[in-house]
Each structure stands twice: as C-alpha cells, then as structure tokens.
C-alpha cells in the first residue's frame, strides 16, 4: 500500500494543494502481476469505472491489460485513446442501445446479458455478437454487495442461452461477480462450483461455453482485515482443477478496487471542529459528497492524523469524533466514533489512506466543493 512515508519523500505536506489525492503507479503495477498470475493463462480486463483517470489507463495499456467498461462514455473514451477492439469487454448487463452499436461497428465482441430484454437489444444492434451470461452468485461476506440488481438466477439460466442462441448471438461465456470488497477467499472458488452446474448443463444442450469470467470483488486493504491473494488464488485453482481441468476453457478477470485501491491516499485538512452535547465533530475538506460516497454504504477508511504520525499527539490523547465533509449537508458524515487527537486544530492534515478506487471518480460538485487533485509518483 501506499504509505504516508512514501508520499513525504516526495512532496512537502506543508505546500501541497488540499485536498489532494496521490496514485503510486508502482503499486498498481504490482498489483497488476499479482491478479493476473491468479490462474495460467488468465486475461485481466481492469474495471474502467474504478478509477478512470487517463494515467492509470495508459499505464494498464502498456502492461498489456485489458479493459472493462459499463458506459458509452467510458468506452468512448479508451475508443479516442486508440485501445483496440479486441482488449475491450463490455460487463454491464444493462447497456444503452447506442452503444451496444457503436460498440459493435468498432468491433468489440464481448458483452454481459443476464435479461431476455437485452438479448433483444443485442440482437438488434450487434447481430452475431459473442454474450456472456451473468450469473447471480452468493455474495455473502463482501462489503458492496451486486447480487441484487445484476445476474439471472440459476434456474433461468439455461433458458437465457437458448434465448440468446435462439436470437443468432454466441453465447460463449459466463460471468459472475462475487460483490465488491469481498473478504472470503473462498467466493470466488464457491462461485466456480456454482456455475459449474450451468456450463455443464449448457455442454448437454448443446451450447459450448468458452470463457468464464470471475469478475471482480478482489479485496483492497481499508479497516478491516482483508484475506491474502495467495489464499483466494489457490482455493480458486484447486476448484478450476477438480471441475474444469479436461474442458476447453478460457477465464477471465475484471478487477477493479483490488488493483488500484491501495495505489492511492488522500491528504485531506481539518476546516472545522465542533461540540455537539457528547458529540465530538471534525470536519474535513473531503467528504461523501466530493470523494468519500462509498463511507455512506458500508466503506470504512483508515484516517491518520500528521500529527500523530510526528509524534506531537500521545496516544491516550484521542477522542472519538464524527468525522463530516465540507457541505452544509448531514448525509455528508463519513463516519462516527473514530478516534483521532483531541488537540487536532484547523489546518491540521489527516490522511486517508488505501482510497484508490471509487473516490474521486464518484465525487459531485455539491456545495462547489471540488474532489481532491490527483497527482502521480
Ligand atoms: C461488471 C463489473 N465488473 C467488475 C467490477 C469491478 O469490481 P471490483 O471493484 O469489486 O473488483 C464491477 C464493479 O462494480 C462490475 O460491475
């Protein structure tokens, strides 16, 4: 992860701009060998919504991912960069239907359905196209779960191939994701046996699956203790071994927060303090409004304070505070109870770390309030 030591060495906290927010390329490219040696053989499609800024695209492009969009405008955009069709995938089941045909005339040939209504989509604007079928998994013990809105159920599933199929499309593949910030490390392999029932029902129709693709959910170290990447990777090899280990077969990743969370931290200054009967608050110039949403559901970041780090604060010297951003709105509380120094004061800089993915990408312009500026080491 990136650490505050690292980030002092190159900049001078003092003069930085606030909030701030740097990205440690380094990081994201270990990361990016770590999940890609997950299986033998494996295509890594990074999750563009993550953390769409052009340098973390450009760096993933030279090391040869490959790329997952959910938008018309996110494609458009690795379109205008000059990322070729083939390194593209299209993993939102729910797609408007002009990009589903600029997709298609650019020649991208993979895109996730898990519905009858996008099957007819599909049809319509990208004739012959390669569909992967996503597939609703169990998504106990992740943090942001997706089971809810996305993937047919394991009963409509052979149906929603034959449907496909029925509609000239080539439905190759399989998907599933196992929620966002996942920390069982036997998800991803428990999904594997899930949707082994469906590929090997779908062999005995006759329809040949190719690809399987195991989504994201990779985990991103916050408060929480996160299991180690060489535990989920051999529950998952052990699973593709007993089951998969004489079919042709292909598989995919399309990871998003555990590539680039921990890559980044943001620098963030105490603008105000307040009492409030028993009620410490802090508040900071970044908050759920314009780069911390996802502490509203579930998300829980590590604070640290300068102060603490120089060794100016004892440790018995923290209070629990509700910690607040910058708008004149409640929603805008990231989180309560958290202990920092009772002598913080305005100006003080707190860091949050591991905050590299769903941050500034889903920060709003409420209040005016801009997201923290990006810069790289
Ligand atoms: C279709 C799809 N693929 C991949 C991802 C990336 O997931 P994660 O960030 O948990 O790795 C998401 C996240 O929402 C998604 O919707």
């Known amino acids: 992860m990136l650490t505050v030591d690292k980030v002092k060495q190159k900049f001078n906290i003092n003069e930085i701009h606030k909030p ?24 890594l499609y990074y999750s563009v919504k993550t953390n769409p800024h052009i340098e973390v695209i450009r760096l993933l492009e030279k090391l040869g991912s490959g790329f997952e969009v959910s938008s018309h405008p996110e494609m458009m955009e690795l379109i205008n960069l000059g990322i070729p069709a083939n390194r593209i995938i299209i993993g939102n089941t729910l797609k408007v239907p002009k990009m589903i045909e600029e997709a298609h005339k650019y020649g991208i040939n993979y895109f996730a359905y898990d519905s ?15 569909v992967s079928l996503r597939v609703s998994v169990d998504n106990t013990g992740s943090d942001w779960p997706l089971s809810k809105k996305f993937g047919s159920a394991m009963s409509q599933a052979l149906d929603l191939l034959k449907y496909a199929k029925a509609h000239g499309l080539n439905p190759h593949g399989l998907t599933f994701h196992v929620g966002s910030q996942c920390l069982n490390p036997l998800a991803w392999s428990n999904a594997l046996m899930t949707i082994a029932e469906v590929y090997f029902q779908a062999k005995r129709n006759g329809i040949k699956i190719e690809v399987i693709n195991m989504g994201g959910g990779f985990p991103s170290k916050l408060i929480k203790n996160i299991p180690e990447m060489e535990h989920i990777r051999e529950n998952i090899n052990k699973t593709i071994k007993e089951i998969f280990a004489s079919e042709d077969l292909k598989f ?9 969370g921990q890559a980044a931290l943001m620098i963030a ?9 028993a009620e410490n608050w802090l508040i900071l110039d970044i908050g759920v409004y314009n780069g911390l949403l996802e502490a509203v559901a579930g998300i829980e970041y590590e604070f640290v304070s300068d102060r603490e780090i120089s060794g100016l604060t004892h440790r018995d010297d923290l209070i629990p505070y509700s910690i607040g951003g910058p708008t004149c709105d409640s929603w805008d509380t990231i989180v309560t109870n958290y202990h920092l120094p009772k002598d913080l004061e305005v100006g003080d800089v707190i860091y949050i770390l591991n905050t590299g993915a769903y941050t500034v990408c889903e920060a709003t312009r409420f209040n005016g309030f801009d997201p923290p500026k990006i810069f790289f080491i």
Do not use: F, W
């Open 116 to 130: 009858e209504t996008e099957v007819q989509k599909l049809a319509k604007y990208a004739p012959g196209s390669n």
């Open 269 to 277: 200054s105490v603008i105000g303090k307040a009492t409030r009967g």
């Open 20 to 43: 701030s927010m740097v990205i440690d390329s380094s990081i994201i490219t270990a990361k990016y060998h770590a999940l890609k040696n997950l299986v033998d053989g494996l295509e």
């Open 252 to 260: 995919y990743i399309e990871p998003g927060r555990g590539l680039v």
